[in-house]
């Protein structure tokens, strides 16, 4: 057990001396898909520290051979073909190790132990399931692989409901501090969503106008047109509240809804998120009968070609009931935000990829305009992914005799207005933990106060027992989804 908390100096600089990455999963999906190839492009960029190993943890008994061929074969495929360069791709294997280990087994953590570098910093990335996490913790502490600047990071989702992730919190908490704890949401690392602070909080237009009674709406999307693939084993035992709703969306709400942090430091920002999750207003039985839509999606097309029904995907049980689409509505209780509808959807399967935050403002108190069209007057569009834009939406006449209006876009390319690079989220993600970073991360009580507000909407279609509604891979899901825009008198963009 770590007794003392880690100065600042150990909880937040780079590792002077060498380092050790220890993937638990670290022949796994996400490993293979995110991980590695980041870790790639940071060496590549020259942002790893020299001495710098990774080690690659799994169940597999390979020997040095068969796991750099895997990691020729799976892993390149992830990296943008422009950025593999010989002898940089020759010397980052060079870093990397394998180590064959059963993270439930206590006696394979001798051979972890004889792999890591004498007197390294260690930071152990756990991208396994959770289930897993506190016995691999335990295991590290009782092989003594832990110290006081070590730090772990804990890979999402960091349970299934509000109970199993205070265990998993507590559990952690036994052998890593806080200051030592990385909850990875990999949307807090994608450039885009850093900008939404900036914008908010790095301009002054936008501030005085950022709450009510100016705003009448917020509408975020994070719409993805991939189903459910080869991940069924884990989707259809989580669904779409969980794997996207509770963290990624819920952060994003958190960046826009805030009040402005009195800084960057990593507590000043997570106590106004976690105020922002404290605000949500609880949804009752009722509210999530009439506020929330679960959708599951049926045969239809995706970018063109066939798809097949989600209960038609492979390891999908054939009488799944689980949705892979929410919307709903949610309010924040304060002063900022009284009485503003919130609109949150996201899902498999849907018309297109596309992330987007929507501030729907004021409509005009009165017009003078005959002929100004009935849709939202003034909008700003933020368009996180696929492409990086912020639009703002106004009014404008048409040319013409007569005073007709139309709206226009003042549009902020972002992507052309800067030619560096852009990091992947994991790769920012991962050298803000080796720097020692938190800012990005979750703490533990934003974490559980967003599992106290979804696990509500969990229980309440428990208690109501319908089944999802359907919708046609390819669309933008359930009627049901509009009708609740409706009701406010709004609805969502690509309908208005
Ligand atoms: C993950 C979810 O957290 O995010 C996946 O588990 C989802 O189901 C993915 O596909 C989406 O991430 P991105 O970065 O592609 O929008």
Not at 244 to 255: A, G, R, S, Y
Not at 311 to 320: C, F, H, I
Not at 343 to 358: C, H, W
């Amino acid at each position: 057990m770590v007794t003392s908390s880690p100065t600042a100096a150990a909880a937040s600089s780079t590792p002077p001396g060498p380092l050790d990455l220890v993937i638990f999963g670290g022949a796994g999906d996400l490993s293979v898909r995110k991980l590695l190839p980041a870790l790639y492009m940071a060496h590549l960029h020259h942002n790893l520290p020299e001495a710098t190993r990774i080690l690659a943890l799994g169940r597999q008994d390979w020997d040095r051979g068969t796991f750099t061929a895997f990691i020729d074969d799976k892993v390149r495929g992830f990296i943008e073909p422009e950025a593999l360069e010989d002898a940089a791709w020759t010397a980052f294997k060079d870093r990397l190790a394998y180590v064959c280990l059963d993270a439930t087994q206590p006696g394979d953590f001798a051979a972890l132990g004889a792999a890591l570098q004498n007197g390294s910093d260690r930071v152990y990335y756990l991208a396994t399931a959770p289930t897993l996490f506190t016995g691999i913790c335990a295991h590290l502490a009782s092989a003594n692989l832990i110290d006081a600047r070590s730090r772990v990071v804990l890979e999402k989702p960091l349970g299934h409901d509000l109970a199993s992730a205070r265990q998993i919190n507590e559990e952690v908490g036994r052998h890593f501090t806080e200051a030592q704890t990385f909850r990875i949401d990999h949307y807090l690392g994608k450039e885009t969503v850093q900008n939404l602070m900036v914008l908010r909080f790095g301009n002054t237009i936008f501030e005085p106008l950022w709450r009510s009674p100016f705003i009448k709406s917020v509408q975020i999307t994070v719409a993805e047109s991939v189903g459910v693939g080869s991940r069924a084993g884990f989707y259809d035992g989580t669904g779409a509240l969980r794997d996207m709703l509770q963290n990624h969306l819920l952060q994003l709400l958190c960046i826009v809804a805030m009040e402005p942090p009195v800084s960057l430091d990593p507590d000043a920002v997570r106590d106004e998120k976690l105020k922002v999750l404290r605000s949500l207003r609880p949804l009752t039985v009722a509210d999530v009968a009439r506020d929330t839509v679960r959708g599951q999606y049926t045969a239809g097309s995706a970018n063109g070609d066939k798809a097949v029904g989600y209960l038609q995907e492979d390891n999908v049980p054939p009488d799944s009931t689980t949705e892979t689409f929410v919307a709903l509505r949610a309010h924040i209780n304060n002063w900022r935000w009284a009485n503003i509808p919130i609109f949150l959807r996201t899902g498999k399967r849907m018309a297109e990829r596309r992330s987007e935050i929507v501030i729907e403002f004021a409509d005009l108190p009165y017009t003078i305009f005959p002929d100004a069209p009935r849709q939202p007057v003034n909008r700003l569009m933020i368009r996180l992914q696929p492409e990086e834009h912020v639009q703002l939406q106004m009014m404008a006449k048409e040319p013409g005799s007569g005073m007709r209006l139309r709206p226009v876009s003042l549009n902020l390319d972002l992507e052309s207005a800067f030619s560096a690079r852009r990091a992947e989220a994991y790769e920012r993600l991962l050298m803000d933990v080796i720097k020692g970073r938190l800012t990005h991360f979750m703490r533990r009580d934003e974490l559980e106060a967003a599992w106290t507000w979804v696990e509500p909407i969990l229980d309440g279609w428990k208690n109501l027992n319908e089944k999802p509604k359907a919708y046609t891979a390819g669309s933008w899901g359930p009627a049901a989804s509009s009708a609740l825009m409706a009701r406010e008198n709004s609805a969502w963009v690509e309908e208005s």
